[in-house]
Nanobody
Framework: QVQLVESGGGLVQAGGSLRLSCAAS????????MGWFRQAAGKDREFVAA????????AYAESVKGRFTISRDNAKNTVYLQMNSLKPEDTAVYYC??????????????????????WGQGTQVTVSS
């Protein structure tokens, strides 16, 4: 059974940075499509970023493009989300998501939460103004 565990969330001032990590246990993620989603209080879960199995391609929501960077270290079975220039509207619970199909990233459905079968428990990110 695969478990995804997020860490790195916290409280930061606007303009600051945080790096989230998503560590997997139970199975290697080297062939998986991985993504980050977030859910603010009272809102639907939304796509943030996704990365291909090799890490050579990434996709981002328009709201975070240029500020966030997704990366992965398959040797460490870990995916990262580097968040810079944080804004109060980035406040949310951030979730790591994974799908074992390498083709998911190239399917056109990478931003859909239904494309991912595995989810972490989430980590809270709070950005103060």
């Amino acid at each position: 059974q695969v478990q995804l565990v997020e860490s790195g969330g916290g409280l930061v001032q606007a303009g600051g940075s945080l790096r989230l990590s998503c560590a997997a246990s139970g199975r290697t993620l080297s062939s998986w499509t991985m993504g980050w989603f977030r859910q603010a209080a009272g809102k639907d879960r939304e796509f943030v970023a996704a990365i291909s199995w090799s890490g050579d391609s990434a996709a981002y929501a328009e709201s975070v493009k240029g500020r966030f960077t997704i990366s992965r270290d398959n040797a460490k079975n870990t995916v990262y989300l580097q968040m810079n220039s944080l804004k109060p509207e980035d406040t949310a619970v951030y979730y790591c998501a994974g799908d074992p199909n390498t083709s998911t990233y190239y399917s056109g459905r990478v931003a859909g939460s239904s494309s991912y079968g595995y989810w972490g428990q989430g980590t809270q990110v709070t950005v103060s103004s």
